[in-house]
């Protein structure tokens, strides 16, 4: 692909907040979508996100509210919910384990093999366990104190660092999904405008579960695009170092 055409689909994805309500967005438009946002790079390939297609119109009219009635929410023709799985973490590194596994099978493991067991095996835990007195968090701060007191570490201490790496990885996904629509001809609109405890209890999510955005997609119109897309100028927000 050429930049230009990259540079197109960027261009062109605007938020819209109003969609057209005549014009249908057919399921594998978003099923395509879902599925590059499933390629979207995550931290160490661990997957933590869902992505909760409400497609029923009933289960829709449900989240108008709790998309406190922005008029992206209510004229969109799917919402996809973005939530981050932090609480998956044992299955998903597992899962990541099984594959270094399966590829060794009866023999000898490789350098490489062996460092991916261990990845997963023993680091994903330290990095990812919680329990209900802060165990987990004394180890990995008196471990980050120790280890990054004499040479660079990366510091991973407690539930608000875990949270950052999931957030980062899911909002990459809700980008690929947003360029993805916008590459097949409709349009998008990321929402945080929304109540989080009412989604939450709306789509059954578990304790650990947490939404990250809520994107209505339609077929955008010329009202939908709130004015002229602006920036700060580029040496306002580039720093060379
Ligand atoms: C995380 C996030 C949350 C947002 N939440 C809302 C929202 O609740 N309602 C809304 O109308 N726009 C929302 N936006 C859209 C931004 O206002 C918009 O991206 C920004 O003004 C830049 O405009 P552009 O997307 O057209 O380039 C959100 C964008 C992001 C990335």
């Known amino acids: 692909m050429s930049i230009t055409a990259f540079e197109n689909i960027v ?4 938020s819209n907040r ?17 599925e590059l946002a499933i390629l979207a ?37 799917h919402l996809i919910a973005f939530v981050g799985r932090r609480d998956l973490w044992k299955s998903h590194a597992d899962w990541n384990l099984n594959l270094v596994k399966e590829a060794i099978g009866d023999r000898e493991p490789t350098k490489r093999e062996k460092r991916g067991i261990d990845y ?25 104190f120790i280890k990054g007191f004499s040479n660079p570490f990366m510091r991973i201490n407690g539930n608000r660092d875990q949270n950052v790496i999931v957030q980062k990885s899911c909002a990459l996904a809700a980008q690929n999904f947003m360029l993805a629509i916008g590459a097949q001809g409709y349009d998008t609109c990321p929402m945080e405008g929304f109540d989080p405890i009412l989604a939450r209890k709306a789509l059954g999510l578990p ?35």
């Not at 869902?50 to 108008?64: A, G, N, P, R, Y």
């Not at 897309?229 to 720093?239: A, E, F, G, M, S």
């Open 41 to 77: 790079p995550n931290s160490s390939n661990m997957q933590l996100w869902e992505f909760h297609w409400i497609k029923d119109k009933s289960v829709q009219e449900k989240f108008h509210p709790i998309c406190l009635n922005q008029s992206a929410a209510k004229t969109a023709k």
């Open 120 to 144: 997963y095996g023993i680091l994903m835990p330290l990095v990812y366990r919680r329990d209900w007195f802060g165990f987990s968090t004394l180890i990995r701060r008196v471990i980050c």
């Open 18 to 34: 109003k969609f057209d309500t005549e014009i249908e967005v057919p399921d594998e438009i978003i099923k395509k979508a879902i």
């Open 11 to 14: 261009n062109n994805r605007r």
């Open 207 to 241: 304790k650990g579960a947490e939404l990250n955005m809520i994107v209505a997609v339609g077929k955008g119109t010329p009202e939908g695009i709130h004015g002229e897309r602006k920036r700060l100028p580029y040496n306002d927000t580039v720093i060379i170092h």
